[in-house]
């Protein structure tokens, strides 16, 4: 009985964790080096990449989106395409009750089109002034890849 009541107990702790979003804005976002007319190619691909992190210590989104757009840059490869544009993602936050001892969890959702060109790829993400981070040195426990 008493294993119940600790269950109960730490479900409750869960869900008072608060949480933080944050994202690209509202509209995709191209980098400068790729816009403009002929920079790409008019043929675009949607792709979509989602993961899942457990961190410890603290959360640097910055990383976190650099991590899940090369995957997302991975795939767009194995259709043929060398860069992304029109990119946006979305970052969802749960902050532990407990942000000293407790771990966080972050989902990520980068989204963008996948094209070919004959600039290189910029290689880091769009509209990091919109980045809200968690400050303390970050630990990346578990890397998940989920479903969009």
Known sequence: M???????RRARDRSKAESLHCSSGDVPHTHPSLSGEGATCRRRVAVVHCDLFTCKGGVD???LLRAARMSLLEKAEFLGANVLVEESWEVMLRIPKDPKLG???????????????SRPDPQKP???DKVRNIPGLMTILEREEVTP
Not at 2 to 8: P, S
Not at 104 to 114: E, N, S
């Open 126 to 128: 769009v509209a990091l």
């Open 61 to 63: 989104v910055p990383k």
């Open 103 to 117: 771990l966080y969890r972050v989902r990520v959702r980068y989204l963008a089109a996948a094209s070919r060109s």
């Open 2 to 8: 008493a294993n119940v009541f600790i269950k109960l």
